[in-house]
């Protein structure tokens, strides 16, 4: 157990709607890090939050957005959804972004959409 | 650009022989080097890592990587096999671009199969 906590495990919605995925980062981890995993692009950065601002941009869609609240929490909001955003939504944290941190990752949020 | 290449989508080993996952790496200043392993259905967990210092780091569950500069490749490995590593093994560089952004370019993956 990583100590890095996401709900829900499964979501399945239609083409169209807007989901929110949560992440609890470990215990005092201030940066947090999304990334979406398929089968086709494998595993992408999506966006960082350290400290409660955004830090880092990855291939996030414009669809796509998140924000990390003042207890360090994270959501990511993704709207407007259609078949290819169906994949495995994982977050992750570490204490900073300090360059030699790992990132420890939570067990993931899988999104099929009809 | 930085980018990670795991040549090989899938490896086989007899339980018992030493593996080898092989890693490339292309990065602009010194390259923070990762290993994660990733089992059905669960979220990737950190192995080891490679930051400075030593070429051959040890980490999890008897794994180790060694660095090579002139090569820019970390391959990991570890002496002696076992069923239970069967899994997918991804790795990973975090290009230094200032400041605390610190996210990770994965590989595609290695899918690592042992075989009792």
């Known amino acids: 157990d990583s100590g890095v906590t996401q709900t829900p495990k499964h979501l399945i919605t239609a083409t169209g709607q807007r989901v929110t995925l949560r992440c609890s980062p470990r215990?005092?981890?201030?940066?947090v890090y999304w990334y979406q995993q398929s089968l086709d692009q494998g595993l992408q950065f999506l966006i960082q939050?350290?400290?409660?601002?955004?830090?880092a941009k990855g291939n996030i869609l414009e669809r796509f957005s998140a924000q990390q609240f003042p207890d360090l929490h994270s959501e990511l909001n993704l709207s407007s959804l259609e078949l290819g955003d169906s994949a495995l939504y994982f977050c992750?944290?570490?204490?900073?972004?300090?360059?030699?941190?790992?990132?420890?990752f939570g067990p993931g949020t899988r999104l099929t959409v009809l | 650009a930085q980018s990670v290449a795991q040549p090989e989508d899938q490896v086989n080993v007899a339980e018992g022989n030493p593996l080898t996952v092989k890693c490339t790496y292309s990065?602009?200043?010194?390259?923070?080097l990762f290993w994660y392993v990733q089992y059905p259905n669960r979220g990737l967990q950190f192995l080891l890592k490679?930051?400075?210092?030593?070429?051959l780091v040890k980490g999890s569950y008897g794994f180790e990587a060694e660095f090579n500069k002139s090569q820019t490749s970390f391959h990991l490995k570890k002496p002696s096999a076992l069923v239970s590593d069967s899994a997918l093994y991804f790795c990973?560089?975090?290009?230094?671009?200032?400041?605390?952004?610190?996210?990770?370019?994965f590989g595609k993956g290695t899918k690592l199969s042992v075989k009792p």
């Open positions: 992750a944290s570490s204490p900073s972004g300090t360059l030699s941190n790992e990132q420890f």
């Open positions: 215990s005092g981890d201030l940066s």
């Open positions: 939050y350290y400290n409660g601002e955004e830090r």
């Open positions: 990065v602009s200043g010194n390259p923070y």
């Open positions: 490679y930051i400075t210092g030593d070429n």
């Open positions: 990973a560089v975090r290009p230094d671009y200032g400041g605390s952004q610190g996210n990770l370019i």
